[in-house]
């Protein structure tokens, strides 16, 4: 499941598109550090300048950067907790009895994608940026995140 196209812009300048998908299965709740699989699906597509979007196709799950460790995750997930309790009354669990209502707010609120710029030294982040997943239902998923990478 993996593309690469060569386009033309109208005053014949080449770029490409590669599109490569990350798998994995997930608990509710995991803090999950993609940047290396970032970086080496940009290394791998020979594309050497451009843009990279990372998207997550679900509405319980967010694509952030953030300095990836412990202690900060934590703290992340305090701060969640904190503004978007999950013990609330949230008329979509009302609805839908899967009571994850807080997940999907969390996941509006943080969105589904980023976009990185890269070049010949990769992916343009900072020191301590890192790309990470969060698992933001309250039940274990598969997830397919889409990274397309588009540049010359
Ligand atoms: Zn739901």
């Given amino acids: 499941m993996q593309g690469l196209a060569i386009n033309n812009f109208s005053d014949g300048v080449d770029f490409m598109i590669a599109t490569r998908y990350l798998e994995f299965e997930t608990c509710s709740g995991d ?3 993609i940047t290396e699989d970032v970086q080496g699906a940009v290394a791998g597509s020979g ?3 451009g843009l990279a979007t990372i998207f997550v196709p679900g509405a319980t799950a967010a694509i952030i950067t953030i300095e990836y460790e412990d202690g900060l ?5 305090n701060a969640l907790e904190r503004l978007i309790p999950q013990e609330m ?5 009302l609805r839908w ?4 209502g807080h997940s999907h707010i969390r996941a509006s ?3 589904p994608s980023l976009t990185v710029p890269f070049d010949t030294h990769g992916l343009m ?23 397309q990478i588009i540049g010359e």
Avoid at 89 to 93: A, F, G, I, Q
Wanted: positive net charge.
């Fill in 109 to 111: 609120i943080l969105g």
């Fill in 47 to 49: 594309i050497t300048a």
């Fill in 89 to 93: 009354e949230y008329l979509h669990n």
């Fill in 97 to 100: 009895q899967d009571g994850n």
């Fill in 31 to 33: 803090t999950r550090n």
């Fill in 73 to 77: 995750a934590k703290d992340l997930w």
């Fill in 125 to 147: 982040l900072g020191t301590w940026q890192q790309i990470v997943f969060l698992e933001l239902d309250n039940r274990s998923r598969k997830r397919k995140v889409i990274v």
